[in-house]
């Protein structure tokens, strides 16, 4: 790994952590009262999950923006020049790194064994990214899954804030939660399979050596396994959203008729 990367490493590491202690307290208390009310434990996960959207947002869009411009990529997708895929794994790298950090500092409060999985499975590939400069074009692929995270901290957001399920905002968000989350984490499988299984046997498959082909190949059924347990979870979570919001509105509708029809039996 080049002194560039190892900078860009640790730059993010610090750079999210000083999100997290500094600008996300001061920002939160100016958009929402309800953060200054929140205990401690509740204080720090709100505080990772805005760094958790702000870095999502960042990468997401750079991946984006490398998929479209970067040519040299998308025409050799296992030996391309990596260095613009290289600067955005480096900034994933420091933030999966300081995300392990604090879930270890924080386990009873924030601690997920899912999520730790992801991390570790994403570092091990994304360090032959960073360390052989191979695979640039499947290791940016993955990253578009990063768009689906502002909408799952979204959620968790109105939740903590105590937000009706039925409120308007909060099914627009739940649905528009499911539909990236399905578009960015497996919609992508098929087309992305297809591109992998498309370099076996080929020349540039067998240069990466089986090392670097067991990490790329693992990690990615590893990571695809939990992104289709969480769509379960999510899906789930949409569909009674929706289900306990038309009871909601169906309620107050026949709560609005009764009282009507009360009023009318009395004025007449």
Known sequence: MEMRELTVVAGSFVGFKL?????SPVLSSALTEGYGRLPPARLNEWNSRTVSTVHA????????????????????????DPNLVKLNVAITCGYLLYDLVLLASNWRAMGDS?????HLAALYAYG?????????YFANFRLISELST??????????????????RLVVANGVA????????????????????????????FERLGLAAQVAWIVSCIC???LNIIWMYKI??????????ARKARAKASNGDGSKQNYMNNHTD
């Open 19 to 23: 999100l997290q202690a500094g600008v």
């Open 57 to 80: 947002l960042i990468v997401g869009l750079f991946c984006l923006y490398i998929l479209r411009y970067d040519d040299a990529v998308n025409a050799d997708p296992v030996w391309g």
């Open 114 to 118: 899912f999520f730790v999985c992801h």
């Open 128 to 136: 032959y990214v960073l360390s052989r400069g191979v695979l640039p």
């Open 150 to 167: 502002p909408f799952v901290n979204q959620r968790w957001f109105y939740e903590i804030l105590q937000h009706p399920r039925s409120d």
């Open 177 to 204: 939660m499911t539909v990236v989350f399905f578009l960015v984490r497996i919609a992508v499988m098929p087309t992305y399979w297809q591109s992998v299984f498309a370099t076996f046997g080929t020349p540039a």
């Open 223 to 225: 990571l695809d396994v």
């Open 235 to 244: 899906a789930r979570g949409c569909y009674r959203v929706i289900i306990n």
